[in-house]
T-cell receptor
Framework: SSELTQDPAVSVALGQTIRITCQGN??????ASWYQQKPGQAPILVIY???NRPSGIPDRFSGSSSGNTASLTITGAQAEDEAAYYC???????????FGGGTKVTVL | QVQLVESGGGVVQPGGSLRLSCAAS????????MHWVRQAPGKGLEWVAF????????YYADSVKGRFTISRDNSKNTLYLQMNSLRAEDTAVYHC?????????????WGQGILATVSS
């Protein structure tokens, strides 16, 4: 099926490491990208392609992929990392793009 | 720096039309594919449409195909989304997004978005 699945919510203690996953068949063909969105703001690209970070994104953000699962890891989570995170990839058909349902990250 | 500014939103009755615009600056607009992405109130992101840098390839989400039309005017550095036969479920904040250099699959920069409300 053409969809990307994410856990709705996760929490992490300040300074600890968290991994957010995204599952879908399209990830066997295309790399995922990850977007951070804080309330009332536009999404921001944090990881794209194999494991690339746009300029200005801290290196505590990293990405990986295996089979039908992509992961976003935050190593040493900070209070400002509290946000919703969305994965995205192109659909296997090549003419659609998909977003996961989003994961709300709470930093305790 | 890259700027994307949407306009044209508002309130429209079911069955009506709206035309959204996205004014681009800070980069060579004619060299980049562009997407529209929407977000219904309290919901997640939904991809809507894509247009290639030269306007020759266009793709649409199944939920809008046949009702929405994406277009661009490279001489005006502007992206458009013509929305017809609007439904209540089209109510959302609509964002335009610029792709990364050399790859249309990633949404490198986003506009702040514009709200379109479909209601009687």
């Amino acid at each position: 099926s053409s969809e990307l699945t994410q856990d709705p919510a996760v929490s992490v203690a300040l300074g600890q490491t968290i991994r957010i996953t995204c599952q879908g068949n399209s990830l066997r063909n295309y790399y995922a990208s990850w977007y951070q969105q804080k309330p009332g703001q536009a999404p921001i690209l944090v990881i794209y392609d194999k494991n690339n970070r746009p300029s200005g994104i801290p290196d505590r953000f990293s990405g990986s992929s295996s089979g039908n699962t992509a992961s976003l890891t935050i190593t040493g989570a900070q209070a400002e990392d509290e946000a919703a995170y969305y994965c995205n990839s192109r659909d296997r058909s090549g003419d659609h793009w998909l977003f996961g349902g989003g994961t709300k990250v709470t930093v305790l | 720096q890259v700027q994307l500014v949407e306009s044209g939103g508002g309130v429209v009755q079911p069955g009506g039309s709206l035309r959204l615009s996205c004014a681009a600056s800070g980069f060579t607009f004619s060299s980049y594919g562009m997407h529209w992405v929407r977000q219904a109130p309290g919901k997640g992101l939904e991809w809507v449409a894509f247009i290639r840098y030269d306007g020759n390839n266009k793709y649409y989400a199944d939920s809008v195909k046949g009702r929405f039309t994406i277009s661009r005017d490279n001489s005006k550095n502007t992206l458009y989304l013509q929305m017809n036969s609007l439904r209540a479920e089209d109510t959302a904040v609509y964002h335009c997004a610029k792709t990364t250099p050399g790859d249309i699959n990633y949404f490198e920069h986003w506009g702040q978005g514009i709200l379109a409300t479909v209601s009687s």
